[in-house]
């Protein structure tokens, strides 16, 4: 069964410091996706990453694919009060999305 | 305006019930979506459809069923409400072919089945 594990599921953070979020998959998957979830409200898209070595960065939050190690990261740098949310991670190895565990992060001012 | 919208927001019902909840999206885009979050806050994808083209998650069971009247709307049907099935639903729509796209979603719609 194909697993989609995310690390650290919590996290508690400073403002102003630099984290990294993991997301590691058990199958082939040229597709991977970030997405983020308020308290109680719906999910965003965060970014689609579609190839091995995909960067993309939006403001405070940098993701990576390679698709050789299975893993994708999202990077946190400088974190701010506003980042605190829940993120998900999916791949989708062929018209099926598989969703991370989720991380919710705490960013303490 | 919503981009995506469904309703209701909220529904109670009995187990055993038939209940629907609607999705439309305004974004003119050529897939739908429906997810599924549980008490623990794990998705998992139900059913997409592009174009009459209906994906389908193998492990949903077949009590569910999504009914597209058109290219903007894709309903969810449920029959015989199970507790189990106590959880949020979540629409999303995306253009082009899934999964090359930004999904956006919908509010949500919680569901109690008592």
């Known amino acids: 069964e194909l697993k989609v594990e995310q690390n650290p599921l919590f996290l508690s953070m400073q403002e102003g410091k630099n984290y990294t979020i993991y997301c590691n998959y058990s199958t082939t998957s040229d597709r991977l996706y970030w997405y983020r979830q308020d308290p109680g409200k719906s999910l965003e898209s965060l970014f689609v990453?579609?190839?091995?070595?995909a960067v993309k960065q939006e403001g405070r939050l940098m993701a990576s694919l390679d698709t050789k190690a299975r893993l994708s990261t999202l990077h946190i740098t400088a974190a701010v009060h506003d980042l605190s949310a829940t993120y998900f991670c999916a791949v989708d190895p062929g018209n099926q999305f598989y969703f991370g565990t989720g991380t919710s992060l705490t960013v303490i001012p | 305006d919503t981009a995506v919208s469904q309703t209701p927001k909220y529904l109670v019902t009995q187990m055993g019930n038939d209940k629907s909840i609607k999705c439309e999206q305004n974004?003119?885009?050529?897939?739908m979506y429906w997810y599924k979050q549980d008490s623990k806050k794990f998705l998992k994808i139900m059913f997409s459809?592009?174009?009459?083209?209906?994906?389908i998650n193998e492990t949903v069971p077949n009590r569910f069923s999504p009914k597209s009247p058109d290219k903007a709307h894709l309903n969810l049907h449920i029959n015989s409400l199970e507790l189990g099935d106590s959880a949020v639903y979540f629409c999303?729509?995306?253009?082009?072919?899934?999964?090359?796209?930004?999904?956006?979603f919908g509010p949500g719609t919680r569901l109690l089945v008592l």
């Open positions: 974004l003119g885009h050529d897939t």
């Open positions: 459809y592009n174009n009459k083209e209906l994906i």
């Open positions: 999303a729509s995306s253009r082009g072919r899934g999964g090359l796209e930004t999904q956006y």
């Open positions: 990453l579609l190839s091995n070595g």
